[in-house]
């Protein structure tokens, strides 16, 4: 059994704005019954203001031991400038920014921002993944570009899921082998794919980011929230042969970029489990 659990926020916890029914009581009772708790985000904030969030809608702050986000990981690498790769980077950026949830502030990173990308050492973008659940719709998200500048022969550096170094950090804070953690996540190509890679075992949500696939019958989660009790999502089936079909596209094929790919021979092609949302 998991020691901890890596949670994705977005399309398991909440949907941007609410939580998801049941979720709050699930977080709360995995802690009451012992499981580690830490949050692994693809926001581009850093960790600090995570749990305010979480706290406002609902979640017992004191449930998690810790939020890991690429933002944060992105200021400790800008920071620290581990290695020769990131020393060589420059401090001159272009930063594509994505405002709608608030812009992500650059403040405290040292860094020269310029407003001309030809006259940027490297570019910064927000947002890893190519699209996310923002209330009922799907919203493109800057990785949509680093998809296309990595095609077109640029390097890209992805500093959330599905790279291995944000798994990584969370089992550095929990001082946890992959072994005893299991990641708990709604995007196959995120989540899943990340999870797969770095060895860690994985729940998927099926009632996310894929749920109109997957479960068409339902409304969504958060949709049938009105009518409370256990049938508001969770009563749904999963098309297990959509499912297969995604694993598929998403965990086999694979589109992803460096830092995703590197299942290598002999890793996990599937989630260990799935469950229609995050409940208790
Ligand atoms: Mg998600």
Redesign the pocket.
Known sequence: MAEALLL?????LHDGRRPYPGAVEAVSAAAAAGLRLLIISNSSRRSGGTLDKLASMGFDRQCFEGVVTSGELTHRYLTSRPDAWWAGLGRRVFHINWSKRGPASLEGFDLEVVSDPRDADFLLAHGTEAV??DGDELVAMPGSLAAAYSAAGGRVVLMGKPAPLIYAACGQLLGLPAGELLAV???LE??IAGACAAGIDSLF?AG??HARELMPQAQGPAAGGAAGGADDGAGADVDMDALRRLCEHHLNGGSDGEGGGGAGGGARRAPTYVAQRFVW
């Open positions: 994705d926020q977005f399309g398991v996310t659940v996540g709604d995007s995120h989540d949500i996310g980011i």
